[in-house]
């Protein structure tokens, strides 16, 4: 199985990467040819960051995208700069103002939700999934010892119903246009899957702990997740281009997202449009859209804590614990709803996202006090290479 996760970017786009990603899903990939392939990324060359979106995004090995955004905020100032199309077909050139689905960074907005309402004690993340979801956890194996804190750290041991659902949706237009109730989307993983480990004893990532985890909230709250990221997190920053997608976009509502089809057959390969994917199969693990400028505003509200009335919600989200990058995407340490990512020049954290049409990151660089968000509307982008083909002097410069 290729790694397609909402919150994985992933696939291909040249043998050394579907070898290699098909190697990982067998458990067979080294954390050794990990590094590799991030040395292959940092050997991208670029002085500058309109060079660095340029190389990148056109380079067939690290992602190969039809069009990208790139906004870099920096002591220096602001970069913001669109490069190639939002449409394939109408060769409409991507603009700096294009909403594009972000994928798992929706995951950061359910737990900064989470550690709002822990605030106010509407909840505790130690309560155990039981207390707001009773008949749920007497169905998921070994629910009755799940916490919410584990459905955000992935120390569920809960299988991934991410990658399955995504792959065949890319078979099947029917099924990618499916809607799915969160309660349809834990039949389907409860049906198909069975735990990894039991609660506590690993760390694995798994889209499902996410769904289960929008499902205790908006029980705790007695909101709509809908109602709850609009009320805490969208109005109060100002996010006037991003919302949570709740079905098959409407026409111009964002930018066409692609996946890469391969086949024998010239006229069968190529770019397919998967931008009638169905969002409620990401809901709270992925179906937020946004555009840079938004998530830029997000990611610096996040990094400086301003979602927060207490600085310690920050410090639990940013708990880092160290964790396999085989099974989390290259992010080489997880905490709440957000992870280190693979930058040599200084400790950076974010996350990265993927749906079937798009892929995504946003990156934060205390030290620097740089913030990064790269979006593409490409499923087959491997976004979380970006950190390593970033160069200590491009970010000085």
Known sequence: ?????FGKSGLMLSAIMLVTFFLAACGALEKAEVAGMEAAAGAIEADTWDELLLNFTNNAFA???????LLVDSPQGRFL???GVSSGEEETPMQVTDVLEIGSITKSFTVAVALQ???EGVLSLDDPLSQWLPEMAAQVPNGEQLTLRQLANHTTGIWDYGDPILEAGKRDTSLRQKSFTPEEIMAYALENGEPEFDPGEDQAYSNTNYILLGMALEA???QSMAELYQTRIFTPLGLNNTFLLEGVPQEGQIVDGY??????????AGWVNATDWNATQGWTAGAIASNAEDMAI?????ASGELFSDPDSLAQMTAFQEVDPIKFGFMTGYGLGVGVLPLE????????GGTTGFTTLIMTIPEKDTNIVYLTNSADCNVALLPSAIQEPLLDS
């Open 1 to 5: 199985m290729i790694k397609s996760h």
């Open 63 to 69: 992602c190969g995208a039809p069009g990208a955004v």
């Open 117 to 119: 309402l822990q605030e």
């Open 259 to 268: 996946f890469t089809a391969e086949s024998e057959n010239e006229e069968e």
């Open 220 to 222: 705790a709250a007695g």
């Open 345 to 352: 020049a200084a400790e950076a954290w974010g996350h990265t």
């Open 298 to 302: 997000y990611t610096e509200a996040l």
């Open 81 to 83: 700069e669109a490069t």
